[in-house]
């Protein structure tokens, strides 16, 4: 093992992480596309209707399977059993330069925690979200009271599935900006 392990390395050399499996899904009604999570390299404006010429290279590419088409052929991410290494497979397999290598390495979401829900906030010693945390986004102001650093974040997800609680949630940054009003 090198000394200079990258993040897909580390994230690969991790036991506990389970694969997910490929599926489709429908499409999702009008309300629900705010709920959809984009993958990284693209931009908040990318064009996904060339989506629907394309056999879904990028979700087959996907190493943590964590990619998933709609119905119009667009990709999205589901977070349900693991995270992004940002391995870039998605990116250079996609035809239509919908995901491509010049966009940000940066997941399009809003991590927040559920202070009624963490165990840290409620007085319990956990730092179950932070030790996945690559791009240490998570912030503990003593040993309780975790944040995450929004300018740090990658959005790879990671904590989400290493809250034992479930306190950690995702929304696209569309509802991050139009009804969370976070800045």
Known sequence: MSKNMDRRGFLKALPFIPKATVEEIKSPSTDEKKDIIRPPYTLPDTDFSVCSQCDGKCVLACEEKILYRLQDGSPHI???????????????????????????EKVHAFFSIEKNACLAWNGTMCFSCKEPCLDNAIVFHGL?????????????????????????????LEIENDEKNIS
């Open 78 to 104: 589901v977070f349900s059993t693991t995270g992004c290494t940002f391995c870039k497979k998605c990116a250079g397999s996609c035809e239509y330069d919908v995901l491509s290598l010049e966009n940000p």
């Open 144 to 172: 309780f009271n975790p944040e995450i650093n929004l300018n740090q974040c990658s959005g790879c997800g990671f904590c989400l599935n290493s809250c034992p609680v479930g306190a950690i949630k995702v929304y696209p």
